[in-house]
């Protein structure tokens, strides 16, 4: 019998970037789109290309990844986030390869399109997250609330397809200072363990620019090179900010009940 695969797609408000990234996989046998209540055309849009429109709470990317899976039906599994978009070269080498799998779980090599053009260095390229190809009950996620691992079921070791697929990371710098926001509040969990303060701050954030800008060569991306450093500076020295804020508790001033 030929082997089925499910995609799965996470999302919350991203009626800008859904339909490309569905239009990318109308070749998989079902679509899974996990939305966390999304206020917007997100899941208008999904079912209208004929995905299965699952709402689940966010609490944290892994868990959100994790009820993803459960969803899925088919005995393969391919990732793709509202970002991301499938090639034909990976489309047809997926193919190939669950029709002849020498690994249970395989990872996919992502091209970064950012300001315009392909970053080609900063820690983009070649580019990975977790695998994005893999047999249901092969691999699972851990709970960390952002930058989720996986956990491997399987005793096989993990492949690597040839092909790439495109991730748009951000569509506009509104897009690149939200994220900056919303990750360095979800990664102070991460850290917790570690001593906050403003000096640390600076000293973590100057080291992750110069590990992108000039370590990763990120030089070399031009102005797109900067922009990306310069982002990776304020996402982690606000990350650190916001850990010295939890550490320290401040109060506000308290003020008496002034009368006449």
Same mark, same amino acid.
């Given at each position: 019998?030929?082997?089925?695969?499910?995609?799965?797609?996470?999302?919350?408000?991203?009626?800008?970037?859904?339909?490309?990234?569905?239009?990318?996989?109308?070749?998989?046998?079902?679509?899974?789109?996990?939305?966390?209540?999304?206020?917007?055309?997100?899941?208008?849009?999904?079912?209208?290309?004929?995905?299965?429109?699952?709402?689940?709470?966010?609490?944290?990317?892994?868990?959100?990844?994790?009820?993803?899976?459960?969803?899925?039906?088919?005995?393969?599994?391919?990732?793709?986030?509202?970002?991301?978009?499938?090639?034909?070269?990976?489309?047809?080498?997926?193919?190939?390869?669950?029709?002849?799998?020498?690994?249970?779980?395989?990872?996919?090599?992502?091209?970064?399109? +950012?300001? &315009? /053009?392909?970053?080609?260095?900063?820690?983009? #390229?070649?580019?990975?997250?977790?695998? =994005?190809?893999? $047999?249901?009950?092969?691999?699972?996620?851990?709970?960390?609330?952002?930058?989720?691992?996986?956990?491997?079921?399987?005793?096989?070791?993990?492949?690597?397809?040839?092909?790439?697929?495109?991730?748009?990371?951000?569509?506009?710098?509104?897009?690149?200072?939200?994220?900056?926001?919303?990750?360095?509040?979800?990664?102070?969990?991460?850290?917790?363990?570690?001593?906050?303060?403003?000096?640390?701050?600076?000293?973590?954030?100057?080291?992750?620019?110069?590990?992108?800008?000039?370590?990763?060569?990120?030089?070399?991306?031009?102005?797109?090179?900067?922009?990306?450093?310069?982002?990776? +500076?304020? &996402? /982690?020295?606000?990350?650190?900010?916001?850990? #010295?804020?939890?550490?320290?508790?401040? =109060?506000?001033? $308290?003020?008496?009940?002034?009368?006449?």
């Amino acid at each position: 019998m030929k082997p089925k695969i499910s995609a799965y797609v996470i999302a919350f408000n991203e009626e800008e970037k859904i339909e490309n990234c569905l239009n990318s996989i109308q070749w998989t046998d079902e679509i899974i789109l996990v939305d966390s209540y999304s206020t917007d055309n997100t899941p208008k849009i999904a079912k209208k290309l004929g995905a299965k429109v699952v709402n689940i709470n966010f609490d944290g990317y892994g868990n959100l990844r994790n009820s993803a899976i459960e969803n899925c039906s088919h005995e393969w599994i391919l990732s793709i986030d509202s970002d991301e978009r499938c090639t034909h070269e990976v489309k047809n080498e997926i193919l190939e390869i669950i029709n002849d799998p020498q690994n249970d779980i395989y990872k996919i090599p992502r091209k970064n399109y +950012f300001m &315009g /053009t392909w970053i080609k260095f900063s820690g983009w #390229y070649p580019n990975f997250r977790q695998p =994005q190809l893999f $047999k249901k009950g092969k691999m699972y996620y851990d709970t960390k609330p952002v930058h989720e691992g996986y956990i491997s079921n399987s005793g096989k070791s993990i492949g690597v397809l040839k092909n790439y697929i495109w991730q748009i990371p951000f569509k506009n710098f509104d897009e690149v200072i939200h994220k900056a926001n919303k990750y360095s509040s979800l990664g102070v969990n991460k850290i917790g363990h570690k001593k906050g303060g403003v000096l640390i701050a600076f000293l973590h954030g100057l080291w992750s620019f110069l590990k992108h800008y000039f370590f990763k060569l990120g030089f070399l991306d031009g102005g797109a090179g900067f922009v990306i450093a310069f982002g990776n +500076f304020e &996402g /982690t020295f606000y990350r650190y900010l916001k850990l #010295y804020e939890a550490q320290q508790n401040w =109060q506000q001033p $308290k003020v008496d009940k002034i009368t006449r």
